[in-house]
């Protein structure tokens, strides 16, 4: 699997983004993703993750209520629709495929860099 997030860019807080990543190489429709975020001098941390069976979707508690997880599998493409985005979004954000369905995401995009100005 093959993943390439786009969307990132400089926002001012209280704005909006919506970070996409496209998938290619196998069949997108019955694999969960999930996105994640490292800001600078951190761990890589969970965001939101959305399985293929039943859209059931999850959120890390920092962004529930502002970040939106969804998918079109028309066009192999996943999102994150982040709103009142606040400095502390400030991150490079991946997103990552888990084939299996065990939580463990085996594949991952480059990357795309978000930054929130306060």
């Known amino acids: 699997v093959q993943l390439q997030a786009s969307g990132g860019g400089l926002v001012q807080a209280g704005g909006s983004l919506r970070l996409s990543c496209v998938a290619s190489?196998?069949?997108?429709?019955?694999?969960?993703m999930g996105w994640f975020r490292q800001a600078p001098g951190k761990e890589r941390k969970f965001v939101a993750g959305l399985k293929w069976l039943g859209d059931t979707t999850n959120y890390a508690d920092s962004v529930k209520g502002r970040f939106t997880i969804s998918r079109d599998n028309a066009k192999n493409t996943v999102y994150l629709q982040m709103n009142s985005l606040k400095s502390e979004d400030t991150a490079v954000y991946y997103c990552a495929a888990d084939p299996s369905g065990t939580g463990v995401y085996a594949f991952w995009g480059q990357g795309t860099l978000v930054t929130v100005s306060s």
């Open positions: 190489g196998r069949t997108f429709s019955n694999l969960n």
